[in-house]
């Protein structure tokens, strides 16, 4: 196994230029590798979404990873920054933290609320919270390209929290001070706006966990099923914080017919062993194709025209697959969908 073993120095070259791995020789050259391709994704991201809400040219560069207590990366701040946190879902709850400079969650914040970075917005939870949001779609964006190097296990951000730091704060604050974390910043610079840095960070048990994920999809092995720990943060960093409410939309809405009597039931499967996993279940009401300059002349009253018209049977989904069609009904005051088709197996197959 030593053969497998990088040194300081052939690390540094692995990730292009960075790299204080101290004493820690846990990190072998493939688990080196696949968290670069994670540094790099986490990268494409930042750059892909923030380019869209600035609607400016921006770059990224991974910066230098490190392998430090959690003591050590604090020590490194001069300023107390702002927590994201959030778990794997669909890869054992782990849990992910991003640790941003305070001016450019702010500044991410004012591209979310319409604004233009260049004045910076006193810090509020309002801010905080259009700061999370767009965060948590760098996050979603990620997730999405790492899936694609896992062999088809779906990622999908869990367990989303965000806060200012306080004193003595810690990016996963429930792991001791002395646990060591992987690092690796990216430094964002946005056309005429002054560079910021966003840093992904894993502890470093999970971080190698995930390039042993990786590196087992590139050898063929499939994904075992996954099940949730039910540990919501899995030892994160920020807590509290939310989105942001929207604006109110005064649009008239859809004449709905109420929710009559019946309903099927069939017999009961023999499915007991896995009767109460929980499964995400989406009723999709249309999609739209929009190109990156609608979607920014968007504001509060606009109306996006979806691809189906008033009446047709809505799509619904468990764990993004197709299984039926409906209509949607209200049920008091609620919103609900009754379920007019099933989708046929082949059809569940393909979708």
């Known amino acids: 196994m030593g053969d497998d073993l990088l040194s300081p120095d052939e690390i540094n070259a692995l990730l292009s230029g960075g790299g204080d791995f101290g004493d820690v020789d846990e990190v072998s050259s493939q688990d080196a590798e696949q968290l670069a391709k994670v540094a790099d994704t986490f990268a494409n991201s930042e750059n892909s979404v923030i380019n869209m809400l600035a609607g400016k040219n921006v770059t990224t560069n991974v910066g230098s990873t490190e392998i430090l207590t959690q003591d050590e990366f604090s020590a490194k701040f001069s300023e107390i920054p702002f927590l994201f946190s959030s778990t794997f879902g669909g890869m054992d709850d782990l849990p992910l933290a991003l640790v941003v400079d305070q001016k450019g969650a702010l ?74 974390i992987w690092a690796t910043p990216v430094s964002v610079t946005i056309e005429g706006l002054k560079p910021f840095n966003i840093w992904t960070c894993l502890t470093l048990d999970n971080a190698l966990t995930i390039a042993g994920y990786m590196r087992d999809a590139l050898e063929g092995k499939k994904p075992q099923p996954q099940a949730s720990n039910n540990n919501p943060m899995g030892g994160g960093g920020a807590m509290g914080g939310g989105r942001p409410a929207g604006p109110a939309v005064d649009v008239r809405p859809a004449a709905f017919q109420p929710l ?39 504001t509060a009253g606009a109306v996006v025209e979806l691809d189906k018209m008033a009446g047709e049977p809505v799509d619904i989904l468990v764990n993004g697959k197709l299984i039926a069609h409906g209509e949607v009904v209200v049920i008091d005051e609620n919103f609900g969908v009754r379920i007019t088709d099933i989708v046929a197996g082949a059809a569940r197959a393909a979708s």
């Open 107 to 180: 500044m991410l914040a004012d591209f979310m609320m319409g604004g233009t970075g260049a004045e910076v917005p006193e810090p509020s939870d309002m801010y905080w919270g259009a700061a999370q949001e767009g965060l948590s779609q760098v996050v979603g964006s990620a997730f999405t390209s790492l899936s694609a190097m896992l062999a088809g296990r779906r990622l999908m951000p869990e367990n989303t929290s965000s806060a200012l730091g306080e004193e003595g704060w810690r990016a996963f604050s429930l792991e001791p001070a002395d646990k060591k």
């Open 260 to 298: 009559g009597g019946g309903g099927g039931g069939g017999a009961p499967s023999p499915i007991d062993l896995i009767a109460d996993i929980p499964v995400r279940v989406t009723v999709e009401l249309g999609k739209a194709r929009k190109s990156v300059s609608e979607i920014l002349a968007l």
